[in-house]
């Protein structure tokens, strides 16, 4: 039998439309540019299988995600579709003909992995398509300053039989309007990409986008932002929320001085009023960083979260909630209009990426 909405503890909705209008926004801001989706952890937790179709539909032709396998299932999820599909994290040796086989574009992070793709180009007697990612500060992924020095000497020796699809290179610091590495990066992939044979670049992550056409080149990746998160948090969110979350209510109790409340003690009760616990947990994504953080709403009402998130449970107190709204199978709201994703990732000490990604499998899951 299907999984029965009623049986559900705990919800998780995606607004659809909202990650498709995200998608058109931050396309419209890229006057010049063409806008990617980067749909890797499964579209940051939502599902790729439903983002990604919707995406496409809206018009959305490049998508990138971080794995190989996450490679594959999306060339299954969107067959039949005219896609590029991107994978940041390259080739490992031995996987070459999966990326033939599944028309994935890799992106080559090293000398080495060109070394790689022109052997297999060679092997398949056709040049392959890749991008090469060039790094400009990040110190993570791509070729560094030896190895862009090399490639600038002699491209010939390094791409004969690829057929380059373009430069990529990642902001560190975008979500810091202000930092000085984002002009220091954009000043050193500048100069790589006119120093190199002339090819499509790509720079932008969702942030990026919003620092200036300068940053766009030919080709925008944002990811978080389509799902929700500001992408400017030195100002108002000009996204659309994306995801909601509501846990039920699975008991509520009376409580009074002296009590505690949950695992270690950890909240000591000093008034008489009343507990309901509700059915979401750490093992939900609900990071165990919010303990005594925050609140759940009842109908836009507060109820501050109290003790120590557990693995399948949380406790809100709800003394200053009526009585009608708190009984057992009601619903809280946990994300949502009363606290968006951003403000719970700075809750937990974390961000917007963390939450997201965190959600796992015990929701049900409700596409509008
Ligand atoms: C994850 C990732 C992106 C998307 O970044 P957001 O900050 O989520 O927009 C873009 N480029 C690379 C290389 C990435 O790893």
């Given at each position: 039998m299907a999984f029965d909405g009623d049986r559900a503890n705990a919800r998780l909705t995606i607004d659809v439309a909202a990650v498709v209008e995200n998608w058109s926004r931050l396309r419209d801001r890229c006057t010049h540019a063409d806008c990617a989706a980067v749909v890797k952890a499964d579209a940051y937790g939502l599902g790729a299988a439903v983002i990604a179709p919707a995406l496409a539909k809206a018009g959305c032709r490049r998508f990138f995600v971080a794995q190989l396998d996450e490679g594959i299932r999306l060339r299954a999820i969107l067959a039949g579709t005219d896609v590029s599909i991107m994978v940041l994290g390259g080739v490992l040796p031995g996987t070459e003909t999966l990326y033939g086989q599944h028309r994935l574009v890799p992106v080559l992070n090293h000398l080495g992995e060109l070394a790689l793709w022109r052997r297999y180009a060679s092997d398949v007697g056709d040049a392959q398509p890749a991008w090469v990612h060039l790094d400009t500060?990040?110190?993570?992924l791509g070729l560094g300053p030896d190895e862009q020095t090399r490639l600038i000497d002699d491209p010939a020796a390094h791409l004969t039989g690829i057929a380059l699809a373009g430069w990529l290179s990642h902001l560190a610091?975008?979500?810091?309007?202000?930092?000085?590495?984002n002009p220091l990066q954009l000043e050193r992939f500048r100069r790589l990409v006119s120093a190199l044979p002339s090819a499509p670049a790509s720079f932008a992550n969702s942030s990026g986008i919003f620092r200036?056409?300068?940053?766009?080149?030919?080709l925008a990746r944002p990811g978080v932002a389509l799902y929700g998160?500001?992408?400017?948090?030195?100002?108002?969110?000009?996204m659309l929320p994306a995801v909601r979350i509501d846990a039920r209510v699975l008991q509520v109790r009376s409580v009074d001085s002296p009590m505690t409340v949950g695992y270690g003690a950890g909240h000591a009760i000093v008034r008489r009023g009343r507990l309901a616990t509700l059915s979401v947990g750490y093992a939900d994504g609900?990071?165990?960083?919010?303990?005594?953080k925050g609140a759940a709403y009842f109908n836009g009402l507060a109820a501050p979260v109290v003790g120590r998130v557990s693995m399948d449970l949380i406790t809100v107190d709800v003394?200053?909630?009526?009585?009608?709204?708190?009984?057992?199978g009601a619903w809280a709201e946990l994300i949502g209009p009363h606290r968006t994703v951003d403000q719970v990732a700075a809750e937990a000490g974390t961000i917007g990426y963390e939450v997201l990604t965190?959600?796992?499998?015990r929701y049900l899951r409700v596409y509008v």
């Amino acid at each position: 039998m299907a999984f029965d909405g009623d049986r559900a503890n705990a919800r998780l909705t995606i607004d659809v439309a909202a990650v498709v209008e995200n998608w058109s926004r931050l396309r419209d801001r890229c006057t010049h540019a063409d806008c990617a989706a980067v749909v890797k952890a499964d579209a940051y937790g939502l599902g790729a299988a439903v983002i990604a179709p919707a995406l496409a539909k809206a018009g959305c032709r490049r998508f990138f995600v971080a794995q190989l396998d996450e490679g594959i299932r999306l060339r299954a999820i969107l067959a039949g579709t005219d896609v590029s599909i991107m994978v940041l994290g390259g080739v490992l040796p031995g996987t070459e003909t999966l990326y033939g086989q599944h028309r994935l574009v890799p992106v080559l992070n090293h000398l080495g992995e060109l070394a790689l793709w022109r052997r297999y180009a060679s092997d398949v007697g056709d040049a392959q398509p890749a991008w090469v990612h060039l790094d400009t500060g990040m110190n993570r992924l791509g070729l560094g300053p030896d190895e862009q020095t090399r490639l600038i000497d002699d491209p010939a020796a390094h791409l004969t039989g690829i057929a380059l699809a373009g430069w990529l290179s990642h902001l560190a610091c975008a979500d810091e309007a202000d930092h000085p590495s984002n002009p220091l990066q954009l000043e050193r992939f500048r100069r790589l990409v006119s120093a190199l044979p002339s090819a499509p670049a790509s720079f932008a992550n969702s942030s990026g986008i919003f620092r200036g056409t300068d940053y766009h080149f030919d080709l925008a990746r944002p990811g978080v932002a389509l799902y929700g998160a500001n992408p400017t948090p030195e100002r108002h969110n000009p996204m659309l929320p994306a995801v909601r979350i509501d846990a039920r209510v699975l008991q509520v109790r009376s409580v009074d001085s002296p009590m505690t409340v949950g695992y270690g003690a950890g909240h000591a009760i000093v008034r008489r009023g009343r507990l309901a616990t509700l059915s979401v947990g750490y093992a939900d994504g609900y990071l165990r960083s919010l303990s005594g953080k925050g609140a759940a709403y009842f109908n836009g009402l507060a109820a501050p979260v109290v003790g120590r998130v557990s693995m399948d449970l949380i406790t809100v107190d709800v003394t200053d909630v009526p009585e009608p709204l708190v009984q057992t199978g009601a619903w809280a709201e946990l994300i949502g209009p009363h606290r968006t994703v951003d403000q719970v990732a700075a809750e937990a000490g974390t961000i917007g990426y963390e939450v997201l990604t965190s959600f796992g499998p015990r929701y049900l899951r409700v596409y509008v």
